[in-house]
């Protein structure tokens, strides 16, 4: 039996609500899971002893900034999803300064991340970015702060006056869509270090690594349902 076209649209709906739903926790069970199995004075797989260091081995990524950063940045997104953003009765006005909040904080809590693992990395004379996690973690943490300096222009519009505020909308949603598969990447990448996998095992691993790829279905679909459909049919 066929679906009507209106029941075709309730259960997309019922679909995009679900995943929403999904999405808000996702970020919380990577590395959230990979922390309840570490003890805390635990440093990895293969801590040890370094001569003349005081213990320090292998460095443990920063476990809270890494699961607040993937939050907050899910969650600034995730304000402006038309089923299941906590703002939704709210005015776009407040929802911005919630997004430009939690995209802040998102940042913070990066560069944050970044300075320990940095400052671990020196005390045990590890090199610095010469993985692809800590390469892509890097740019991420950069293309954070520029997405958000780059979000000043929607605040200010008048200091781009051969822009309309709607093309500045449509650049800023597609570029921090980029911006945020790019930390999803980072993210999954570093759930394949030794470290990780050692910390998860079997069937958690595998669950771990779906909640980056579903955070990034969701907002695919969100920015693409607010902007690029919408842009396409316009013309």
């Not at 953003?85 to 300064?97: E, G, I, Q």
């Not at 010469?130 to 780059?150: D, P, R």
């Not at 650049?171 to 050692?198: E, K, N, P, Q, R």
């Amino acid at each position: 039996m066929a679906l009507t076209a209106e029941t075709e649209s309730r259960l997309y709906r019922s679909l995009r609500a679900a995943a929403g739903a999904a999405a808000h926790l996702a970020p919380l069970l990577p590395v959230g899971g990979a922390g309840g199995r570490l003890s805390p004075g635990r440093r990895g797989p293969a801590a040890g002893s370094a001569p003349g260091r005081g213990g320090g081995g292998r460095c443990q990524p920063p476990l809270p900034s890494a699961s607040q950063f993937s939050l907050l940045m899910t969650e600034a997104l995730l304000i402006f999803s038309p089923e299941t953003s906590p703002l939704r009765s709210f005015s776009r006005k407040v929802k911005v300064r919630a997004h430009w909040a939690l995209q802040l904080l998102a940042l913070l809590c990066a560069l944050l991340g970044l300075g320990i693992i940095t400052y671990n990395k020196h005390l045990n004379g590890k090199a610095h970015f010469v993985t692809w996690h800590g390469l892509t973690g890097l740019l991420a943490v950069l293309y954070a702060g520029g997405q958000c300096a780059g979000g000043l222009l929607l605040l200010y519009p008048k200091l781009m006056k051969n822009w309309t505020l709607a093309k500045l909308k449509l650049y800023h949603a597609t570029s921090g869509l980029v911006g945020y598969l790019l930390g999803c990447a980072s993210l999954m990448l570093g759930m394949c270090s030794l470290w990780f996998t050692a910390s998860v095992t079997s069937v958690s691993w595998y669950l771990a690594m779906l909640c980056p790829l579903l955070t990034s279905l969701v907002i695919m679909n969100q920015v693409s349902n607010a902007y690029l459909y919408r842009k396409r049919s316009q013309h």
